[in-house]
């Protein structure tokens, strides 16, 4: 049995009086893609926040390699191999794309290792590489999109969370980001995927938990799922 990465327990987030995250249990397993699919405002990014410690929650807890992470913030859990690419990427914009990648290596000190992490996102990417001296704020949106996983690649995660990476992305791109996430899970990263477009995601996942008014409601084998009337009647617009 795989091991349990990440383990979200009763988790209740509030902002602005509004109860965004209403007590949500899921968990993601060594060597996993799950996705996280659910209609705007359903939740998702706000859970997303909170598993990284740029939000605080108002009850519940989150296990990260079996210990509690309450409390700590997004440096601290790259450290430890939790690393996120936020909705709206979050690039620095007045950096080159190698300098972006070079950022993503922060906590490390193995010089000769990140030259070569570098080189491997340049192969997942070969659009980057064409314009690896280029200033990042120049950029598209779906290269922005393929920067900040790079960026995010390069602190070698245990755990890629990733937040509506195809949003606001041309279709042609969106294919593109697909299929680098495909790669990297390929790779042995074990990914969460919050994500819009709930056919694309579940597409590509092992499980899926749907979220609705920031609760789960349904869970499950994630081509089961998408095969579901009810999820497609709910989030595939049939």
């Keep these: 049995m795989a091991q349990v990465l990440l383990k979200v327990k009763g988790l209740k987030v509030a902002y602005g009086g509004i109860q965004a995250v209403k007590g949500v249990d899921f968990e993601v397993c060594e060597g996993e893609l799950v ?14 926040k909170a ?6 929650m108002a009850d519940g807890d989150i296990e990260y390699l079996g210990k509690s992470i ?44 990140i030259l070569l992490d570098v080189d491997k996102v340049f ?18 949106g779906g290269e922005q999109q393929m920067l900040a996983m790079g960026r995010a690649l390069m602190s070698r995660p245990k755990v890629l969370l990733l937040d509506e990476p195809s949003m606001g992305l041309a279709p042609i791109m969106v294919d593109k980001i697909f299929e680098v996430v ?6 042995g990263v074990t990914i969460l995927l919050v994500e ?13 938990y749907v979220m609705d ?5 349904m869970t499950g084998d994630a081509k089961t799922m998408l ?12």
Excluded at 35 to 48: D, E, R, V
Excluded at 74 to 94: I, K, S
Excluded at 97 to 104: A, F, S, V
């Design 182 to 187: 495909r790669e990297v899970y390929a790779q």
């Design 227 to 238: 095969h579901d009337p009810k999820v497609r009647a709910a989030y595939l617009g049939e």
């Design 123 to 140: 192969t997942i990417f070969p659009r980057l590489k064409e314009r690896k001296d280029q200033l990042a704020g120049t950029m598209s």
């Design 196 to 208: 819009q477009n709930a056919s694309r995601a579940l597409a590509i996942a092992d499980r899926g």
């Design 35 to 48: 996705s996280l699919i659910g209609s705007n405002g359903a939740g998702k990014t706000t859970t997303m």
């Design 70 to 113: 309450r409390g700590q913030g997004p440096w601290d859990l790259v450290r430890q191999g939790l690393a996120m690419v936020p909705e709206g990427r979050g690039v620095f914009t007045r950096m080159t794309i190698t300098e972006n990648l070079q950022m993503g290596a922060y906590i490390r000190n193995d010089k000769a290792e």
């Design 213 to 217: 008014s920031g609760l789960i409601t």
């Design 51 to 56: 598993i990284t410690g740029s939000l605080g």
